[in-house]
C-alpha cells in the first residue's frame, strides 16, 4: 500500500548548524477523507512513552502553587513554556516503594512494584515495566515492539539493572538503551525502502531460514537447564520471534526509509561535557523517534536522556558530574535548578518534534501520551515522596492536558496507568503488592 | 548458562574468524555481581540485543565470505561446517545439527552458527549421574570451555577442545588433566591478557582510566595520566602473578611499583617525562603498595576533591570484600554547614558528620579508613597540609588504630580477609557464581590453600582450576 509514495514531505532544520533533512512519510495520504482514520478504516495509532531525566528537582520551584488550569509556571518548570498547551503536571503522589536512592525511583515508577534484590546491594524489577505490558498488548502490530533511546550514558558504576534502565521485560531482563544516532537509524530503517518488496523477498528467504535455525538450536539448549535459564532462553527465543515478525510487518509500513545525511548519525557522548555533542544526540533521536512514530514503526518507547544517578556534565552552567552536585552544591543549589531547567529544554527538543509532525487534522503529539519524571524526588535526599511527574500529549483526546492536580500521597504510578490505556491497551492492573492498581488517575483523563 | 561477556565474544569471533574484523556493537554489559562474567551468568538478553546477536553474525559472516582469503581460510578443510560449528559451540555438532547446517549455503550457515544461542550462550549441565561422592561433575567440554574463558577469556584452543574429545577432564582421574592444561594456558602470553582483565575488574580500575578534572582548578590535569595509573596496577598485579610469585600480601607494603614519565612526576621520582614504563623503588615514605597507587587514591576521588568516604568504601569492598549499604533515600549526604564556620578540613567536616547518630554507623565503618589517606590528593599527589593546617593520616580498621597509610597496609597484610576476598573474587570471575552462601566451602578450602601455598597467587589460579567449585555444577 506504501509503494505509491515516492515524494516526500522533508523536514528542514538546522542542528548546530548542520542542515537536517529528515524525510517523512506522506501519511495522510492513507487516511480517509476526514483525515482521522486510515482509509481502511483503521484509527490512528495511539503511542506511549517514558521520557527520564535524574536526580530530581526542588518541589518549592517545581510544583505549581495553584492546582486546577489557572497556574503560573514555578522556576523549574518555565522551559515548558513553550509546551504548555499540551502538558499537565501532576504532584503530590508518592512511589508505593522506596528503599534505594535511585533505582526505587525509575524501576517502582515503572513497575509499581518493589525492587527485587539479587546480590551484593544489587537490584533489579520484580515484573515488567508498563512499557513492556503495552507492548505485549500492542506492539505485535509494529515491526518493533518498543524502543529504547539513550542520550547521555554517564552514570556512577552501579551494578544492578533496576539502576540502569527504566524499561525491563521482568527480573534481570532489562531493555537497555541505544545511544548511538547511527544504530537507532539502522535498526528503523533497515532493509530500508519498504516500498520494493520483490527485491528484499529473497534475503527475508535468507534470514528465515537463519532464524528458524536459530530456534531450533534454541529449543535444543533449554533441556536440563533450570528454571531461570530456561527463562532466559525463552525471552531470548521471543526475540527471535519478534524478528519474524517483522519481517511480516515490514510490508505494512507506510513509510520510504528517509534520508538523513550521514555527519547527523552521531554517537554517544561518552562525556565529559554534554555540550555541544549531547545537544545534536538529543536532537536527531527526537526526529528519529517522531519519525518511528509517525511511521507507525513502534508505539511505544522510552528516552532516557539521562541515566539515574547521571554524571553528565555542562561545563556552561558550572558543573561536570551533576550527580556530584545534587549532594554537594550548598545552600539554594542554584546551579541545580539550572540542571533541572536544562533537562527540560531537551524536553521540549523532542515534544516540538512530535509536533512538527502532521497527523490526521492535527499533529503527532495529539496521539501521544508521554510520563516525563526523574529518577528520584530532590537533588540532595533522593527521595520518593511527592514524586515529580509532567504528562506530554493529547493520548488521542483521551489525556486532559494543561492542568495541575495535586494528590494526596497515592499511588504516582496511576499516572502511568492512564497514559498507557489510551493506546488501548487493557493492562487491567499493575503492580504487586501494596502497589498493585487497577484504576489511572482520573484527574488527567478526559 | 552464562553468555559470552564482550571480551568473550570478541575474542572468540577473533579466534573463530581471524583478526582484523570489525566487530559490531553488542548490548551493553551488566555487572549485577560484580564482574562482567557474574552478570552474564544472571541478565537475559533484551529484544534489541537479540537482533544484535543476528546482525552481527550477518556481518561477520558477510566480512569473512566476501574477502576471498579470509574465506578461503576458514573454508577449505574438508567438512568445514561440521568443524567450525565444533569450535563456536565448543562441542561437536550433533548429527542432527550438521545435517542441517550442512544444507545450508555456507556463509548462511555459518551466520546461523553464530546467531546461534548454542555458541551465544555457555551452558554448564554437568554430566547427568552423580560421581561416587554425590556431585555433578562438569562434561569435559565443558571443563575446557571454563577454564579458558577463565585464563584467556577466550574460547577453548584446538587443544583443550581435542582433550576434550579425548574425554580426558572428566572423572576424578582428570584433575591432573585439567591441572596439566591450566599450567599450559598460564605460560602464554594470552593468559597475561586474561588476567589482566580480571584484575582490570576486580580493582575497579577503569574509574582510574576515567577520571577527568576540571581545566579552570587543574591546568595540567592530563588525560593520559589516569590510563597510566590503571597500567601501572596491572603491571605490579601481573608480576605479582606471573613473575615474581611472591606473597601477595606484600602488595599492601612493597614500595617496588611500575611507573612511566607521567607518573614519576607524580610519585617524584627522578626519570624523563616521556619514559616508557619500568619497575622502581619508591623512596621510603607513607606511600606503599596497592593503596598507594594513582589508580585507588585517584579513581575514588571526586572530579575537584578527595573522598575519603569512597577510598573507605573501596577498602571496604575491593580488598576486604565487605558490603557497604547505600545511604538511605531521604537522608540528606551532603555535609551540613558546621557551626564552627567554613575553614574547615575534609577530616573535620566529616567528623561532624559522624556526629549525627544516623549517619554515624556506616560512616564510622568506612571514613575512618579512608581519611588516613587524606595526605593523597584527588590526583595521587602527596601533600601535608590542607587549608595549611596539617593533616593527621592517622586511622582505625575495626578498633585498631593506625598512624598513617602505611601502618594500614602493614595491618592489611596480616588481616585474613584480605588473601580470602582476593580467592573469592577469583573464584566469582571464574565461575560467574556470585552468592556468598553456596560458595563459601570452596572459597575457605581455597584461602585455605592459599594461606598454605605462602600467598603465591600463582598457585591459588592453579588450584582453583581444579577445585570443587571449578570442575562440579551446583
Redesign the interface.
Known sequence: MSTSLSRRRVLRGMISGVPLAIALPRLNAMLDGNGVAYASGKPLPRRFGVWAFANGVHLDRWVPKETGTAWELPDELTPLAAIRPHVSVVSGMDLPF????HA?GNTVLMTSANLKG?????Y?ARRPSIDQLVADEIGRDTP?????IGVDDGAP?E???AF?WWSH??P?????C?Y?CR?VFA?LFRGGVVGDVDAVAAAER?QR???D??L???R??QG??GL??R???D??M???R??ERRIVRRKQIVCTAPEISDDLLIGPTNG?DYEPRGTRVNQVMAELLAMALSCDLTRVFTYQLAKPGSRIGVNRLGF??YH?IT????GDQPMCTSAVKFFLEELVVLVKALERVPEGGGTLLDNCAMLAAPD?TNP??????DFPMIVVGHGGGKIRTGVHHRGKGENACAVLLSLARTTGAKVPTFGEGTGQISAGLPAIEV | MRRLTLAQYRNTVTDLLGPGLKIPSLEEEPKTGGFSTTGAMQVATSFHGVEQYVEAADSLARQVFGDPERKKTLTSRPGFVASFGAAAFRRPLTREERRRYEAMDPRVAVTAMLASPAFIYVTERGDPKPDAHGRYRLTSYEIATRLSLFLWNTTPDAELLAAAARNELAGDQGDRNVRKHALRLLVSPRARQGMRDFFDESFRLADAAAILRPKQKFPDFNYRWGKAMREETLRVLERNLFDSRTDFRDLYVTRDTFVNGDLATLYGVDMPKDADFRMVTLPAGPRRGLLGQGAFLAGTSGVDKTSPTARGKYVREVVLCEDVPAPPPEVDTNLPPSPKGENLTVRERLEDHRQDVGCSKCHKFIDTIGLAFERFDLNGGYRETELDKPIDPSGELDGRTFEDPAALGQILAQDERVPRCMVRNLYRYATGRSGEDESEPTVNALAAAFKASGYRLYDAVVALTTSEGFLHVD
Open positions: 522506596g528503599g534505594r536512592p526505587s539479587v546480590n551484593d546491594n544489587t533489579t518493533l515492539r518498543s524502543i529504547e558504576p551494578k544492578g539493572t540502569h521485560n521482568g534481570n531482563s532489562p531493555n537497555p541505544s548511538d544504530e535498526r535468507e531460514s537463519i532464524l535455525a536459530v531450533v538450536d534454541a535444543a539448549l536440563g537447564l531461570e535459564d527463562r532466559r532462553v525471552q531470548h521471543d526475540g527471535i519478534a524478528i565529559i561536570r558530574r556530584d549532594h554537594g552544591e550548598p528520584c540532595k535526599a533522593h527521595g520518593h515522596k
